[in-house]
């Protein structure tokens, strides 16, 4: 079967273009993990905020995208219960389930799972969906993660969405316009060699 085949059939992900087997979705789950892990280490403290800023959102939001549902949902709870356990590879190198900003982790594990069953629609294939996705990606971040914030912290919804939210904005909208770049570019690549 060439790959220009495989583009077109409903369902696939980036992630199913390679050679199936239970060895590729191992490495996959882990990689993904890894490369959340990683991107969170990108960390920038800002005074005031209740979060720093880092790259562990746009990590989570491509592997959900680009591994799918099943494969994204595993690879951001073996991130999340690894980190829990005290591996170190949340923002700015912590651990643990007990911090304010846990929430967002959690956020980015239901997000992670809705974005690659939006890729499996073909959320990722142009620009426009593409950036609908990180949207909803998002804003399941924000939905979960600032209600933990204001229940571990006793902030009150404003004060938690100036803090943990509206500062964090054009980040995101920059981090969505690097995924439109190249999710839909990566869909081209693989037509191409097909």
């Given at each position: 079967m060439s790959t220009a085949s495989v583009t077109l059939r409903p369902g696939t992900v980036l992630a199913d273009l390679l050679p199936a087997s239970r060895v590729r979705d191992i490495a996959l789950v882990v990689g993904g993990a890894a490369l959340t892990g990683l991107a969170a280490q990108l960390?920038?403290?800002?005074?005031?905020?209740a979060a720093p800023i880092t790259g562990q959102t746009f990590a989570a939001l491509l592997v959900g995208t680009a591994l799918g549902a099943g494969r994204g949902f595993l690879s951001l709870a073996l991130y999340?219960?690894?980190?829990?356990?005290?591996v170190p590879w949340f923002a700015g190198g912590t651990s643990g389930a007990g911090g304010a900003t846990f929430g967002y982790v959690l956020g980015m594990l239901l997000a992670s799972t809705l974005v690659g069953a939006l890729a499996r629609r073909g959320a990722d294939r142009s620009i426009l969906r593409t950036a609908g996705a990180m949207v909803l990606g998002s804003a399941v971040v924000y939905a979960v993660g600032v209600p933990y914030l204001m229940a571990a912290t006793g902030m009150p919804l404003g004060l938690a969405v100036a803090?943990?939210?509206?500062?964090?904005?054009?980040?995101?909208?920059?981090?969505?316009?690097?995924?439109?770049?190249?999710?839909?570019?990566?869909?081209?690549?693989?037509?191409?060699?097909?």
């Open positions: 960390s920038v403290h800002v005074d005031g905020l999340t219960l690894v980190g829990m356990a005290g803090k943990g939210l509206t500062p964090f904005l054009i980040g995101d909208a920059l981090k969505a316009a690097l995924a439109m770049g190249l999710l839909p570019a990566a869909w081209k690549l693989v037509g191409r060699r097909g």
